[in-house]
């Protein structure tokens, strides 16, 4: 199993702590690191940074978002960063939800999933160096009635940049399974795999492949205590935000995930408290068991019990939030996580 990490948040960051804790990950054996991008700094210019930082560590966008780019302008930005990294580039991709599109891009929330699915396919035309002519029922190019012309990019062509899809509705995991290389996963609990991974491998047969065939990414916080209720206290705020503010009232693709794992009620009356404006409530009311199964939390021994069920599930990259104030404890906290990933990657290989 592979490990991932976040390189730093979209809004203003410690660049030079940013850079040492990548760097130090990447000689701790980290495979991959994911940039962020919502309504502050872009997903982009961070990993770029990064490019000429580093020498190993692959360099994820997680995500961009579909709306605010033109497909041209995604298949230049990913050429570019994968030519600068020597390779190392994953491609992120991302609908959002309709509160940031409509609200911060202004392109309503309409068919993301066909959105999608023609993106990628003009991606890779243009990564493939063909000429670009697609018809599709949001995107036209070149443009009809006007004086564009069909174009083939002036670059090296780059026909391998791998894919990675952040999804949650059972019909864009679908699409993942079907046209990704990747799934970026959130609300994710090993307990509960089928939530999502049904659909993915749904997907995957429509177009001849498998569930194995997609490198499945996702995790949770990880942090070391024998105290694991204050752990738990600590972490509970998050799922409550995602739970009640990640999305629309009438549509929050986080929350409807956790409803479909058997977390219904909770979810709802989460979600009904934090739209009341009682946060507090709402934080409160996040089960304790649900922060521990979307996490990695508690001693070493029962951090090491969530990696095993993780990679049981059929996890293939564990993506870790390593908790610690500093840099040197966040550090600490990855190099012990990392320990223990690695002792239950050599128990499967024993197994096999």
């Known amino acids: 199993m592979k490990v991932a990490i976040g390189g730093g948040v979209d809004t203003n960051e410690n660049w030079d702590e940013l850079s040492d804790y990548v760097i130090e990950a990447e000689k701790l054996g980290v495979d991959s690191v994911w940039s962020a991008e919502a309504w502050g700094l872009d997903g982009a210019t961070t990993l770029a940074y990064l490019a000429a930082k580093t020498s190993k560590i692959k360099l994820g966008s997680g995500i961009l978002q579909t709306v605010g780019r033109t497909p041209a302008n995604l298949a230049m930005t990913a050429m570019s960063l ?93 699409l993942t399974g079907e046209v990704a290389d990747g799934w970026l996963g959130t ?22 492949r498998s569930l194995k065939d997609i490198d499945l990414a996702v995790g949770g916080a990880v942090a070391f205590s024998d105290d694991v209720d204050k752990l738990i206290e600590r972490n509970r705020p998050g799922i409550a935000f995602t739970l009640g503010a990640m999305g629309s009232p009438t549509r929050n693709f986080y929350n409807a995930a956790f409803r479909r794992a058997g977390y219904d009620e909770d979810a709802i009356a989460v979600q009904k408290k934090w739209l009341e404006g009682d946060r507090e409530a709402a934080t409160a009311m996040v089960p304790d068991e649900l922060v521990i199964q979307v996490n990695l939390l508690g001693t070493e021994e029962m951090v090491r019990e969530r990696i095993r069920k993780y990679r049981d599930a059929g ?3 564990l993506r870790l939030q390593p908790s610690g104030r500093t840099l040197a404890e966040r550090l600490e906290t990855l190099g012990r996580a990392m320990g223990l990933v690695n002792e239950v990657s050599r128990e499967t290989a024993t197994a096999s």
């Open 82 to 174: 994968a030519s600068m990294s020597g390779g190392r580039f994953l491609l992120g991709l991302g609908a959002s939800g309709p509160q940031v599109v409509e609200g911060w891009h202004g392109v309503p929330f309409e068919k993301p999933i066909r959105r999608m699915r023609e993106l990628i396919e003009i991606i890779k035309i243009i990564a493939s160096g063909e000429r670009l002519a697609y018809e599709g029922q949001i995107y036209r190019l070149p443009l009809p009635g006007g004086e564009g012309k069909s174009l083939r990019i002036r670059a090296q062509p780059q026909p391998n940049i791998p894919i990675y899809l952040a999804t949650l509705s059972p019909k864009s995991l679908e």
């Open 187 to 208: 609300s994710f609990m090993p307990e509960h795999p089928d939530v999502f991974f049904e659909y993915i491998e749904k997907g995957a047969k429509k177009a001849g």
């Open 315 to 317: 996890v293939t990259t």
